[in-house]
């Protein structure tokens, strides 16, 4: 029902919550289900959080410790190691494979042969639909210190090297390959959003930067890139906020050697879960989980702040 | 409307009455807790469970039986919410943990008079009094946990002019450096430096000896850290000197086990720790299937080393909960190995489902075809899996701890090299240890494992020395946490 008020603007009144749930009852009827699976998987789960101020190892019950798993949680070198390397992981291979994927989006934009173009991008997509398992699998081959190995067999024809290195059996070098590996199989897929948005530009603007003298070069420098840069702060701060959620990338690709260099967050709840030879504290391993869970919330409110100020919109 | 209602009604009383049907019923209810070990639904658990019924009818069986991967997740969160089986299947880790917990029923007693310890035909006492915790017995292993043992390729002695197994440790290391020459490979592999479960070292069991990296109890009863013993660093030494030399695989850091037998099968490596029993047999034709010698030795423990690790198997545990132990070890534990038709329901499944002495042809129409005439004993066709046989129920006919009662038809039929395996572990094996589990252990034993692999990795890998290894154990507080951990064990005594 519509109502005029003094100044002329015409005031629709809403009728009552109930009259409009009888009228849609079909859409109400339909939500149903994904209510019911938000409640169920989503925020039911949560009220296990509150394991994490408990001492629990399954048998017997939780017996309620306050804050002493996070004071534990703060004394374990470990867990400060795996923190960090959460952290550097997630952010040395955001901003890798975001800079790969502006490089190979403009390089395949300038390509003029269609079919050529398709071809490649074909190429470069198929690495992500790979499970790490395989990945791993094919990388520890190519990796491989032995005659097998293709990069050492590479390097030693080369005359780089007198003998295979067990790349991933060496702390340092395991991270460098983990993130050329990362960058092998995301940048392809994350090469669609850019596409995308280089196709959205006006091809009027490259015929006016012709018409201006402009060369391919500087076609791409002038018009190309700036036009990509909105998206690429889009995608850096939408990837941002899931920095904390590293998991089987690193699992699949450690061993003994390095594991404690390389654990993060997940594997080192993992081990701990896994690897005590006994039933584990639950309630520390929570805690922990929690703990992530806070650095992750707090990294999603600090970017949907960024998102804002520079989109105009939050993430969400 | 009404009619809705009358219709939810009269279900409800039908319901009901069933249920009083059953609670009515005088049989002895037994809710089992299982993992995928048994043959499950799809697999024709069903024809197992009205078998083993019409056997034992005084009992009502029921299987609660979770995807074989998440059996202990689910496992964990029934004891953990009071809803306990009557009997579940316990790995050695739980076993323990369990036992002390007090939610196993102590079977000791039970265990001393069945039937299946006096029968004459079990085999197993030393398995079973590994399983004892403080002298008590709190579950029923119907097999051994099996156990590896070293395969070498006869072909490979042959080339290199070994007539003799070696029988030392010092023969062991010449003949992998006459194949490491002859060759041009490394001679062993496994799949990692040291084992992820007990019993750890059993794939380089010639390397290790008398070493152990877990806490291992001692003749007087006190606890120590295998790690830090002299054992330890000496097996340290002689890994890390075998992979200099390239007698060892730098890479079992990072092989999986299946990287090690493809590498096996491809003729890499010629001396192979594996399996006992039906291993022998896979190991042989996968190694004629791809064109090698498939003919393997099998070589007895070296002269002065301990025998093999025999893994602690599974055990089948009655809870503390459960209303009526006595009468379910009478009836459910103790018929598993009783000779006759439940041991042959347990090995074998249930006749007319998964095996038959019918006439008749398997696998029709493929490479494995074979027809069979009235009477004679052959698995029938995988319901899962077309095109494949089943092998076996809950109980590896290999592996069992009783054979059948005399004169009963037993159907077992092994291939001869895997019985040649099996019987020389069976005959050169201990039992590895059960560690009981304190809260201590439980907190740190997580971390203090990743240090000693990582360990281990290095110095096998020649990045540090074996001094340089147990100062970095120490310095990095390592050697603290084990000592805490041989406290609690030792005050437990």
Not at chain 2, 298 to 321: F, H
Not at chain 2, 377 to 388: C, S
Request: charged letters at 20%; one cysteine or more; a negative charge.
């Amino acid at each position: 029902m519509a109502s005029t008020t003094s100044n002329g603007t015409i005031q629709v009144k809403k009728k009552p919550l109930l009259q409009r749930m009888q009228k849609y009852w079909g859409f109400y009827l339909m939500f149903i289900p994904v209510l019911v699976f938000v409640a169920v998987f989503h925020y039911a789960p949560m009220f296990g959080i509150r394991y994490a101020f408990y001492s629990w190892k399954i048998i017997g019950d939780p017996v309620w410790v306050g804050l002493a798993n996070f004071e534990k949680l703060f004394r374990q070198s470990q867990f400060t190691t795996s923190f960090w390397n959460t952290i550097v992981f997630s952010v040395v291979k955001l901003l890798l494979n975001t800079g790969m994927a502006v490089i190979i989006s403009l390089l395949l934009n300038e390509m003029i042969s269609l079919k050529f173009k398709k071809l490649s991008q074909t190429i470069i997509y198929l690495p992500h639909f790979m499970s790490w398992v395989v990945t791993a699998s094919v990388f520890s081959l190519l990796l491989s210190p032995s005659e097998n190995g293709l990069v050492n067999q590479l390097l030693i024809r080369m005359g780089l090297i007198d003998k295979g290195i067990y790349y991933l059996a060496d702390k340092q070098q395991w991270r460098v390959w983990y993130y050329i590996i990362n960058v092998w199989r995301e940048t392809g897929w994350q090469t669609i959003i850019f596409m995308a948005t280089l196709t959205g530009i006006d091809p009027g603007i490259y015929e006016a930067a012709s018409i201006d003298g402009a060369g391919r070069w500087q076609k791409m420098w002038y018009v190309t890139f700036p036009a990509l840069g909105n998206t690429i702060i889009t995608v850096l701060i939408l990837n941002l906020a899931k920095i904390m959620n590293l998991f089987e990338s690193v699992f699949v690709l450690q061993n003994d050697s390095v594991r404690r260099a390389t654990n993060v967050l997940q594997t080192y709840v993992y081990y701990q879960t896994f690897n005590s030879g006994a039933s584990a504290d639950y309630g520390y391993t929570t805690a922990v989980g929690l703990f992530r869970s806070l650095v992750g919330l707090a990294l999603m409110l600090i970017c949907n702040y960024a998102s804002k100020k520079v989109r105009g919109r939050g993430i969400v | 409307m009404k009619k809705l209602i009358s219709l939810i009604l009269v279900l409800a009383l039908c319901a009901g009455l069933v249920t009083v049907t059953a609670s009515a019923d005088d049989k002895l209810k037994i809710v089992v807790m299982v993992d995928g070990t048994v043959l499950d639904q799809n697999n024709g658990r069903d024809a197992i469970e009205a078998r083993w019924e019409e056997l034992h009818p005084e009992y009502d069986l029921e299987f609660v039986q979770p995807d074989h991967s998440a059996y202990y997740d689910v496992m964990q969160q029934r004891i953990s919410s009071g809803d306990w089986p009557d009997v579940l299947i316990l790995s050695s880790t739980y076993y323990a943990e369990y036992a002390a917990a007090g939610v196993l029923w102590d079977m000791t007693e039970a265990w001393e008079n069945s039937k299946t310890k006096n029968s004459g035909r079990f085999t197993g006492d030393n398995v079973f009094e590994g399983l004892k915790i403080d002298g008590k017995l709190y579950g029923f292993a119907p097999t051994r946990g099996n156990g590896c043992v070293t395969y070498v390729k006869k072909a490979w002695m042959d080339a290199c002019g070994i007539t003799e197994a070696p029988t030392t440790y010092e023969a062991y290391i010449d003949m992998l450096k006459a194949f490491r020459d002859k060759y041009g490979t490394y001679a062993v592999a496994a799949a990692g430096f040291v084992g992820t479960e007990a019993p750890y070292v059993n794939y380089l069991p010639e390397f290790y000896q008398d070493a152990y990296p877990f806490f291992v109890q001692q003749e007087d009863g006190t606890w120590v850290d295998g790690f830090t013993q002299d054992s330890m660093k000496a097996a340290l030494q002689r890994i890390q000197d075998a992979v200099a030399d390239g007698l060892i695989d730098k890479e079992t850091l990072t092989n999986k086990t299946s990287d090690a037998r493809n590498k096996f099968y491809d003729d890499k490596f010629g001396v192979f720790t594996y399996w006992a029993g039906t291993w022998a047999t896979n190991l042989k034709t996968n190694l004629e299937a791809n064109g090698k010698d498939g003919e393997l030795v099998a070589l007895k423990p070296l002269e002065g080393n301990p025998l093999y690790y025999d893994r602690v198997p599974p055990v089948w545990c009655i809870t503390a909960k459960c209303a009526h132990p006595q009468e379910v070890f009478d009836g459910f534990i103790d018929t598993m190995l009783d000779g006759g038709d439940t041991q042959m329901l347990w090995e074998y499944g249930a006749e007319g489902t998964h095996w038959t002495r019918e006439a008749g042809t398997v696998l029709a129409g493929t490479e494995k075809e074979a027809t069979y005439e009235a009477g004679q004993f052959h698995m029938l066709e995988n319901l899962e899996k077309a095109g494949t046989l089943y092998t076996k129920n809950h109980i590896d006919p290999m592996l069992a701890l009783a054979g059948f009662e005399e004169g009963y038809d037993d159907p077992r039929s092994v291939e001869p090299e895997a019985l040649a395996a099996a019987e020389l572990f069976n005959n050169n094996s201990r039992l590895a240890s059960i560690v009981p589990v304190t809260d201590v252990l439980s907190e740190l034993n997580g971390e203090l494992t990743t240090i000693k692999n990582e360990i281990i990795a290095d110095i096998a890998l020649g990045n540090m020395s074996v001094e340089e290894g147990y100062q970095k154990f120490a310095d990095e507080g390592a050697l603290d946490m084990s000592n805490e951990i041989v406290e609690s064990l030792n005050a437990l005594n």
